[in-house]
């Protein structure tokens, strides 16, 4: 059964401290590994997807990385405005038509204070 | 591009009536859209998968002739909750995906739905 694991489950940092979010994963095989954004009562923005190993995608003050085992969601010179829960999820490989179903982790409540 | 709508955003209703909550893509055709609810302080759990002109995939433990999914077109699916309790209570939301031929998921603004 794939799994997905985020920590810390709450981040709170003053504006301009930067900071990583993990998420660990088992899952049998990787098609995919998603970022999302998730404000209060809002759907998830769709920030980021890695493929492989060693890849690594940015986006203003995000980056994010992945390993094989793990991937990591960087910000840099965080701003009140980054303040939402960041999930993380899965995609595997099913053989087959799998439909392209995710496995989301339970997310970071990111908090930035001016 | 890659938008998603959900209507409607709210919706309270009496027990035991029905609610339907659309899903459209409003800039793409979706091949594949999705249906989740979330609780409060609680990630997404997936409810079921529909494909355009197919038969949803429900999750173990969804109640197929509760959750009523239809996939009439590439630009929507429905989600009709039947006979609604209060345990239904929730906040639930659509995603699709196919923009560009990729499984990246594009999620609805989502629909808060009280039973009372």
């Known amino acids: 059964e794939d799994q997905v694991t985020q920590s810390p489950e709450a981040l709170r940092l003053q504006e301009g401290e930067s900071s990583s979010l993990n998420c660990s994963y088992t899952?049998?095989?990787?098609?995919?590994l998603f970022w999302y954004r998730q404000d209060p009562g809002k759907g998830p923005e769709f920030l980021f997807t890695?493929?492989?190993a060693g890849e690594e995608k940015e986006k203003e003050r995000l980056k994010a990385t992945l390993t094989k085992k793990e991937s990591f969601l960087h910000i840099t010179a965080p701003k009140p405005e980054d303040s939402a829960t960041y999930l993380c999820a899965v995609q595997a490989f099913t053989g087959g038509t799998s439909y392209g179903k995710l496995t989301f982790g339970q997310g970071t409540i990111l908090t930035v204070h001016p | 591009g890659a938008v998603v709508s959900q209507h409607p955003s709210r919706v309270i209703c009496k027990s035991g009536t029905s609610v339907k909550i659309e899903c459209r893509s409003l800039d793409f055709q979706a091949t594949t859209m999705f249906w989740y609810r979330q609780f409060p302080k609680q990630s997404l759990m997936l409810m079921a998968t529909?494909?355009?002109?197919?038969?949803?995939?429900?999750e173990q433990g969804v109640e197929k002739d509760k959750f009523l999914i239809n996939h009439a077109s590439l630009t929507l699916s429905t989600l009709t909750v039947t006979s609604a309790h209060p345990e239904d209570s929730s906040f639930y939301i659509c995603?699709?995906?196919?923009?560009?031929?990729?499984?990246?998921?594009?999620f609805g603004p989502g629909t808060r739905l009280t039973v009372l």
């Open positions: 890695l493929y492989s």
């Open positions: 899952v049998s095989g990787l098609r995919g």
């Open positions: 995603s699709a995906s196919g923009l560009l031929g990729t499984d990246t998921q594009y």
């Open positions: 529909s494909n355009e002109g197919s038969k949803a995939t429900y």
